[in-house]
């Protein structure tokens, strides 16, 4: 679909919900719109029960949000997860993945679909309102292979606390009373608490808090075969060392061959993927 065309629909969509003040006639017309433009087997609910919206494709749900759109595609979200985390390793059958800063699980129906009901996911997320949403949509889709935990990972055990705000992927930890708070772990627990022996694939991405994280997994990174970890220092101005750096040598002292992007775009630029080395 056009950015043009996408314009012209939203902009009849608003006037129509303006002069009639109806959002029953605003989700029909974006139901319309989505299966018309995108694909037939898209609909868009609204769930009562937990007040929040369901952007569905067939019977999968695909993700929960606070406020509908018609512009969305389930193999938009997989070539999505494909661009950003898997540049270097695609997960498969029977894998176990990590996946830290899971959000409101967004890559979670990849996740899932990749690895089947032989594998394992353990989504990690911080945030309590992210979380609820993240654990409703593994329930609604009676994922049994997804295991969700409401905690934040740092380098030690304890406490931390979370600043939410209404873009969850802007969320921040920290460890001066502000915000929300909530149960930390380093990695290296985590690992121990839920008996993991072998991680297939980890995926990070917590805003800045990867520069503490990888400070309290020096024992497990020796079960991990692959990694994706975003480093957030397009977030930060100011002296001191850069989380790319530390992570990166992290990573090198460890035996992992890394492997970057250089398009121009800081976000995407700010992932580094690693692979484990063979031994021989």
């Not at 494709?57 to 993700?63: A, D, I, P, T, V």
């Not at 690895?115 to 949509?137: H, V, W």
């Not at 593994?138 to 295991?147: G, P, Q, R, S, Y």
């Amino acid at each position: 679909m056009h950015n043009l065309q996408k314009r012209f629909i939203n902009r009849f969509i608003s006037r129509v919900y303006i002069i009639t003040k109806s959002k029953l006639l605003r989700l029909g017309l974006m139901n319309l719109s989505t299966k018309l433009f995108l694909d037939y087997k898209n609909k868009i609910e609204y769930d009562d029960t937990n007040k929040i919206f369901w952007l569905k494709n067939g019977n999968e749900y695909l993700l929960p949000v606070e406020k509908p759109y018609f512009d969305f595609h389930k193999n938009r979200f997989d070539e999505r997860a494909l661009d950003f985390f898997c540049q270097n390793y695609i997960p498969k059958k029977d894998d176990l993945i990590v996946d830290v800063g899971a959000g409101i699980g967004t890559e979670l129906c990849f996740f899932s679909r990749k690895i089947r009901e032989q594998g394992k996911l353990y989504s990690i997320e911080a945030c309590p309102n992210s979380f609820r949403k993240l654990k409703i949509l593994a329930e609604k889709n009676n994922f049994k292979n997804c295991f969700n935990f409401n905690i934040a990972i740092s380098d030690s055990n304890g406490e931390i606390w979370i600043e939410e705000t209404d873009e969850y992927y802007k969320n921040k930890t920290n460890k001066i009373s502000k915000g929300i708070k909530v149960l930390s772990y380093s990695f290296d627990q985590f690992v121990t608490d839920n008996q993991i022996d072998k991680i297939n694939y980890l995926k990070v991405n917590i805003e800045g808090a990867e520069y503490d994280m990888v400070d309290g997994m020096k024992n497990s990174i020796g079960i991990i075969e692959n990694i994706a970890l975003s480093c957030h220092d397009f977030l930060y101005i100011g002296g001191g060392e850069r989380i790319k750096d530390k992570i990166m040598g992290f990573l090198t002292e460890n035996n992992f061959e890394l492997f970057y992007r250089n398009t121009g775009d800081e976000i995407l630029d700010s992932w580094i993927y690693g692979k484990r080395r063979s031994e021989n």
